[in-house]
C-alpha cells in the first residue's frame, strides 16, 4: 500500500530507494522481522556513515549513506505490507533521522576543519528542509482519498497507541519528537501558515519540494564525499535553503487557499 494514491503520486527526487525497499519488505513479509528491527538497523547502517566519514573513507561512506536512505524507506514499506502501523515505528524512525542527520554534519565538520558555524548553519539548514518538504508531503496525503494518515499535519499531541504497541513508548518518543522537531516544524508552520487549506499541491509543485527530501539529502553527502568536495558539503547545504524562498512563495502566490 502506497502513502498516496495514484492520482496524486509525483516524481520524488528523494524517493530514489523505493524500490529496493519495496523489493526488501516483501522478503521480509513472512519473517519474524518487524519495522522496528529496520529502523534500529538504518540506525547501524548511519552509524557506519559517519565512522567512514571520519576515517577519510569516502566511497564507503557513500554506500551507507544510499543504504540507510534505502532502509529508512524499507521500515514504513514492511509496516505497510504487514499491515502493522505503529507510532512507536513513526517516531523513532524521525527520532533516528535527526540525530543521525546532527552526527553527519559534525562528522564532515571535524574532517573538513572549518568554524563550527559551518556546522550549525547545515544543521539547522537540513532540517528546515525537511520540514517543509515534510509539511507539503503529509498535507498532500490528508488531503487525498485513501493516503496514509499516520502522519499528523500538526503533531500537538501524543495519539492513542495503535494495536499491538503500548501507550507509554508511544508517549516518551513522541516526547522526544516535539523536544527535537518543535521549533523546526512552528519555523515552517509560521513561514506558510494557511497551507493546510490547499485542496491539493500538482505533481510538478512536489516534485519541486522533493529535493528537500532528507534522500535526496544524503544523496547530495553520498556524492559530493567521494569527489573530494567535503569542504563544500556543508556550506552548499546552507546555501540550498535559499530554494524554500521560491518554493513558498509559489505556493503562497500561485497555489492559493481554496484551489488544487
Known sequence: MSKLPALDKFF?????????????????KNTRVTPIHVTLLFGVAGCTAVYCIVSGHYWSAGFFLILKSILDAADGELARVKNTPSYTGRYLDSVFDIVLNMMFVLAIWSVAEMPFLYALGAFVAIQLQGTLYNYYYVILRHTSVGGDTTSQVFETRSPAALPGEHQRSVDILFSLYLLFYGVFDRTIRLLDQNAYKVQTFPRWFMTCVSVYGLGFQLLIMAVMLPLRLVGYVLPFLIVYSAWMIVLITIRKFFLKVGEG
Open 12 to 28: 520524488d527526487f528523494s524517493d530514489y530507494g523505493r524500490p529496493f525497499a519495496i523489493l526488501l519488505a516483501n522478503l521480509l
